[in-house]
């Protein structure tokens, strides 16, 4: 591994997340996690050996030792506002959905917005929803 490479980021199972104000109304929260924590390995020279101060020759010994660091900070919604979301798609989706079932290929973006939410959020019922939407439609796409 080279010093100043960029590497991808990546989700920590090990790190529990912490209050962020909520992404809706900034309350201090961690009750939904709507998108993790991103992080990132880098690489770092640590002096693990130096030359006694008072040396006449000057010395340093250094190893590179790969570090973790946060790059992104988790987005949380409060419960409260989960809640009223969960409402929100819930209603969206009942309005729209046989529409969007008669004619999944051309409410494509607003499919994959929608069960992008829903998965993001955890609403597990809407997600099933929203997948067999979004498998007609690419069925549809398909014929
Ligand atoms: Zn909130």
């Known amino acids: 591994m080279e010093v100043g490479i960029v590497m ?3 989700e920590r199972d090990d790190v529990k997340t ?3 104000p909520c992404n809706v109304c900034t309350k201090p929260t961690r009750s939904h996690v709507i998108q993790p924590a991103l992080y ?9 050996n130096r030359a006694d101060e008072f ?3 000057q010395w340093e010994e250094t190893e590179e030792v790969t ?3 946060k790059v992104k900070e988790a987005v949380t919604v409060c419960h409260k506002c989960w809640l009223k979301r969960h409402e929100e798609i819930i209603e969206i989706i009942d309005s729209d959905y046989e ?3 008669s004619e999944p290929s051309r409410y494509t973006a607003r499919i994959q917005v929608t069960a992008e939410i829903c998965k993001s959020y955890g609403f ?3 997600s099933k929803r ?3 939407l979004i498998s007609m439609m690419k069925e549809s796409v398909k014929q």
């Open 8 to 10: 991808t980021l990546f």
């Open 18 to 20: 912490g209050n962020q």
């Open 40 to 48: 990132e390995e880098y690489v770092a020279e640590v002096v693990v």
């Open 55 to 57: 040396a006449n020759n």
């Open 67 to 69: 570090k973790t660091r």
């Open 99 to 101: 529409k969007w079932e």
């Open 124 to 126: 597990e019922e809407e």
């Open 130 to 132: 929203m997948a067999s």
